[in-house]
């Protein structure tokens, strides 16, 4: 792409979602800085170094391409258990199927609410973390969702939460293309579950910054929709202070192409951080995990999970850095991604990646793919399990080790259901 067209698409990107409605000083200076960033890093491109596994075109395209929305006669995830759901349909926040937003220990309001105040806590976040996750690695689409979007939640913890906060995303249109944006504050010895549910739109661009302050624990739970045709960019950034805890998994089944990022600054000593995912694919699916974690502080643990099955020509990405500081030591960094392989036709592509400076560490990275095990597969045949049951048990005891990584258990269990189910419609 040419310099003059590269910047025609980045200001392209700027005005297709129209412009944001106004807001107050900080919010719009928020907003004008994001859009400045936007417009220093220009559109995402292939002959990016991040982005040369996955073309970004079909995300910075004018429309939103028409995706299908998908019928299911089944619950959705998640729908079991006791939780303040939070409803957004095509982006659109919709009280009417949505709970009170209230709870104790927690304060909710909706991110244009928040934005439109003169003074608010949300000001020390909004854009601050996303600015910061820029760097040493662009993320164009992050700067993109600050600088127009309006939807979205701001929440506060600051007791333990018992129920957690469920964002569901529908759908109504068959072209909607949707930036939604949460701003999440996890105050001192505070603890918090966020739950995320749903396809959202045709084209979905979400960014969440979250801030846990020292000794706070922030659970993340997420499942992608199971739409066919649906593209979504997604991005965390996660500041993380002393002996705090932070997890995150992700279940993605279906979606022409999805791209979950994910940044972590580790700040403060003894504190521990995991980021994992599921992922299920079968024909027209590109499934990219990107991962940059951060160890700036002393005693810290940090674990990369990612498991992906893939058929028909699906591909997988994983592009996961762990980065150690040198005043980190006694840095303890784990990173795993494998996927499974189906068939001769299906791609993975890894981009492992260890930087360190600290000289007292124990860092590890993994990445392998291959074949269902012929040989176990005819040890469980050899004993009366039909081979496309064997084949599914394979799938999910492949799939457990990124499971594992839910500190509840019950929603885990949910998890492996909904796994189980995807395997049996999708059995050779």
């Given at each position: 792409?040419?310099?003059?067209?590269?910047?025609?698409?980045?200001?392209?990107?700027?005005?297709?979602?129209?412009?944001?409605?106004?807001?107050?000083?900080?919010?719009?200076?928020?907003?004008?800085?994001?859009?400045?960033?936007?417009l220093a890093l220009g559109a995402a491109g292939r002959r990016d170094e991040y982005w040369r596994?996955?073309?970004?075109?079909?995300?910075?395209?004018?429309?939103?391409?028409?995706?299908?929305?998908?019928?299911?006669?089944?619950?959705?995830?998640?729908d079991g258990f006791d939780k303040l759901l939070i409803t957004f349909v095509d982006g659109v926040?919709?009280?009417?199927?949505?709970?009170?937003?209230?709870?104790?220990?927690?304060?909710?309001?909706?991110?244009?609410?928040?934005?439109?105040?003169?003074?608010?806590?949300?000001?020390?976040?909004?854009?601050?973390?996303?600015?910061?996750?820029?760097?040493?690695?662009?993320?164009?689409?992050?700067?993109?969702?600050?600088?127009?979007?309006?939807?979205?939640?701001?929440?506060?913890?600051?007791?333990?939460?018992?129920?957690?906060?469920?964002?569901?995303?529908?759908?109504?249109?068959?072209?909607?293309?949707?930036?939604?944006?949460?701003?999440?504050?996890?105050?001192?010895?505070?603890?918090?579950?966020?739950?995320?549910?749903?396809?959202?739109?045709?084209?979905?661009?979400?960014?969440?910054?979250?801030?846990?302050?020292?000794?706070?624990?922030?659970?993340?739970?997420?499942?992608?929709?199971?739409?066919?045709?649906?593209?979504?960019?997604?991005?965390?950034?996660?500041?993380?202070?002393?002996?705090?805890?932070?997890?995150?998994?992700?279940?993605?089944?279906?979606?022409?192409?999805?791209?979950?990022?994910?940044?972590?600054?580790?700040?403060?000593?003894?504190?521990?951080?995991?980021?994992?995912?599921?992922?299920?694919?079968?024909?027209?699916?590109?499934?990219?995990?990107?991962?940059?974690?951060?160890?700036?502080?002393?005693?810290?643990?940090?674990?990369?999970?990612?498991?992906?099955?893939?058929?028909?020509?699906?591909?997988?990405?994983?592009?996961?850095?762990?980065?150690?500081?040198?005043?980190?030591?006694?840095?303890?960094?784990?990173?795993?991604?494998?996927?499974?392989?189906?068939?001769?036709?299906?791609?993975?592509?890894?981009?492992?990646?260890?930087?360190?400076?600290?000289?007292?560490?124990?860092?590890?990275?993994?990445?392998?793919?291959?074949?269902?095990?012929?040989?176990?597969?005819?040890?469980?045949?050899?004993?009366?399990?039909?081979?496309?049951?064997?084949?599914?048990?394979?799938?999910?005891?492949?799939?457990?080790?990124?499971?594992?990584?839910?500190?509840?258990?019950?929603?885990?269990?949910?998890?492996?259901?909904?796994?189980?189910?995807?395997?049996?419609?999708?059995?050779?």
């Amino acid at each position: 792409m040419g310099e003059l067209q590269h910047e025609n698409a980045t200001e392209a990107l700027l005005t297709r979602h129209g412009a944001p409605r106004p807001a107050s000083d900080w919010a719009e200076n928020a907003r004008r800085a994001a859009r400045a960033r936007m417009l220093a890093l220009g559109a995402a491109g292939r002959r990016d170094e991040y982005w040369r596994y996955t073309n970004p075109a079909v995300l910075n395209a004018p429309e939103a391409p028409e995706a299908e929305i998908l019928q299911l006669d089944e619950a959705p995830v998640f729908d079991g258990f006791d939780k303040l759901l939070i409803t957004f349909v095509d982006g659109v926040y919709q009280p009417d199927l949505s709970d009170d937003l209230s709870g104790e220990g927690l304060e909710v309001s909706l991110l244009d609410e928040a934005l439109d105040m003169d003074i608010h806590w949300a000001g020390e976040l909004f854009g601050v973390l996303e600015a910061k996750g820029q760097h040493p690695v662009p993320r164009p689409f992050a700067a993109l969702n600050t600088a127009l979007a309006g939807q979205g939640v701001v929440i506060r913890a600051t007791g333990k939460v018992s129920r957690p906060v469920a964002l569901r995303y529908c759908r109504s249109e068959l072209r909607s293309d949707v930036l939604i944006h949460h701003v999440i504050r996890v105050e001192a010895g505070a603890e918090l579950t966020i739950l995320e549910n749903g396809a959202g739109a045709a084209r979905l661009n979400t960014c969440m910054e979250v801030d846990v302050a020292e000794g706070g624990s922030f659970h993340h739970l997420r499942a992608q929709g199971r739409d066919h045709a649906r593209l979504a960019n997604t991005h965390i950034f996660a500041r993380l202070g002393a002996e705090s805890h932070f997890k995150s998994f992700t279940l993605t089944v279906n979606g022409a192409l999805t791209r979950n990022e994910v940044v972590i600054d580790i700040n403060g000593d003894n504190t521990k951080a995991s980021v994992a995912g599921a992922s299920l694919g079968d024909g027209d699916f590109l499934h990219d995990d990107t991962i940059f974690i951060t160890h700036d502080a002393q005693g810290c643990e940090s674990r990369q999970v990612f498991k992906k099955v893939l058929k028909n020509g699906a591909t997988g990405v994983f592009q996961g850095k762990i980065l150690v500081q040198p005043d980190a030591q006694k840095t303890d960094g784990y990173q795993i991604s494998q996927a499974l392989l189906m068939d001769d036709d299906s791609n993975f592509l890894a981009k492992p990646e260890l930087e360190i400076y600290a000289d007292d560490v124990a860092c590890s990275h993994g990445s392998t793919c291959g074949a269902v095990d012929e040989n176990a597969l005819f040890y469980l045949m050899s004993r009366g399990v039909p081979r496309s049951e064997a084949q599914n048990m394979m799938i999910i005891a492949f799939l457990d080790e990124a499971i594992q990584e839910i500190e509840n258990q019950a929603m885990a269990d949910d998890i492996r259901s909904r796994l189980i189910g995807w395997a049996e419609r999708h059995s050779a």
